[in-house]
């Protein structure tokens, strides 16, 4: 098995990144990348993991499987080189788009594909719905994570929601204070 760093150099070195919208058929390899991002011990080698604040799964095949047949809802998969690298779901609310299950492999995180799927994103919503607002829910807790949104234009918003506890497919807390803030973007505006 290629250890981290050759892993990284190998997906790097293939080409640029291909956006297209996932189908039935990625449903597994999304799932997968999801759940690698977020929970777990292979989370950890990259910062984006909820491992000390939820345990269980993150998504599932149902899940997923949903989000990419759902009316008004895409699903980005993100490859280099033929490899799936990124994921991230797009649903039309309105005039707002809601950007979710966002992962990036945690072998290659902070390689700027967060950065670049990000940006992908709304200027997808911006050309094909006319989105003039991208909207998230962020874990309060996940500071840091907040943190990097709010470097590429994102505002806190304290429009908080519970964490929806009981419901396993969201995964088993590890804390009682969980909840979700809504972070809101108005697209075609730069941050400063």
Request: glycine share 12%; proline share 4%; charged share 25%.
């Amino acid at each position: 098995m290629e250890n981290v760093e050759e892993t990284r150099e190998n997906v790097e070195e293939t080409g640029e990144l291909a956006f297209r919208v996932a189908a039935g058929e990625d449903v597994d390899a999304l799932v997968a990348l999801l759940e690698s991002a977020y929970r777990g011990e292979s989370s950890r080698a990259g910062w984006t993991t909820e491992a000390d604040l939820l345990g269980g799964q993150r998504t599932d095949p149902e899940g997923v499987g949903a989000v990419v047949t759902a009316p008004g809802s895409i699903m980005l998969a993100v490859e280099r080189g033929g490899t799936l690298v990124a994921c991230c779901q797009l649903e039309r609310r309105g005039d707002a788009a809601y950007f979710g299950m966002f992962a990036v492999r945690p072998e290659l995180q902070g390689a700027g594909l967060g950065k670049a799927v990000l940006a992908e994103a709304e200027r997808t919503v911006a050309a094909e719905w006319g989105s003039g607002e991208m909207q998230m829910t962020v874990i309060r807790q996940r500071e840091d994570l907040i943190a990097w949104y709010e470097r590429r234009g994102y505002s806190r918003t304290g429009e908080i929601t519970p964490f929806p506890y009981g419901d396993e497919r969201y995964g088993i807390p590890q804390r009682a204070d969980l909840a979700f803030e809504l972070l809101v973007k108005k697209l075609g505006v730069q941050p400063s």
